[in-house]
Nanobody
Framework: VQLQASGGGEAETGGSLRLSCTAS??????LGWFRQAPGKEREFVAA????????YYADSVKGRFTISRDNAKNTVYLQMNSLKPEDTAVYYC???????????????WGQGTQVTVSS
């Protein structure tokens, strides 16, 4: 089982980036994104349920970030708009064993991808 994240990079304040995460080896009922900024704990960003497409967002990204999925490709996307310097972090794709946004319940993790937003 592998979660492969891609799409990080650099953007200016107000800019956009899109992250992708492809799962291989199995399908998951839910996939999510977390992030960890330097010196801070990892935090939940967004998640989406495979069937039905219900979405969940952290308050800090609501209205700016959009999570979506392509079930045929077993891939989720995180469209990040109106980026702010405080969005700078390593972003991780992850999957829980059930429907939840609690980090401790996420059993599968991809490698991180760096997002840097300059002011």
């Amino acid at each position: 089982v592998q979660l492969q994240a891609s799409g990080g990079g650099e953007a200016e304040t107000g800019g956009s980036l899109r992250l992708s995460c492809t799962a291989s080896g199995r399908t998951f009922r839910m996939l999510g994104w977390f992030r960890q900024a330097p010196g801070k704990e990892r935090e939940f960003v967004a998640a989406i349920i495979r069937i039905g497409g219900a979405t969940y967002y952290a308050d800090s990204v609501k209205g700016r970030f959009t999570i979506s999925r392509d079930n045929a490709k077993n891939t989720v996307y995180l469209q990040m708009n109106s980026l702010k310097p405080e969005d700078t972090a390593v972003y991780y794709c992850a999957a829980p064993s059930w429907i939840t946004t609690r980090e401790r319940d996420y059993d599968y993790w991809g490698q991180g991808t760096q997002v840097t937003v300059s002011s």
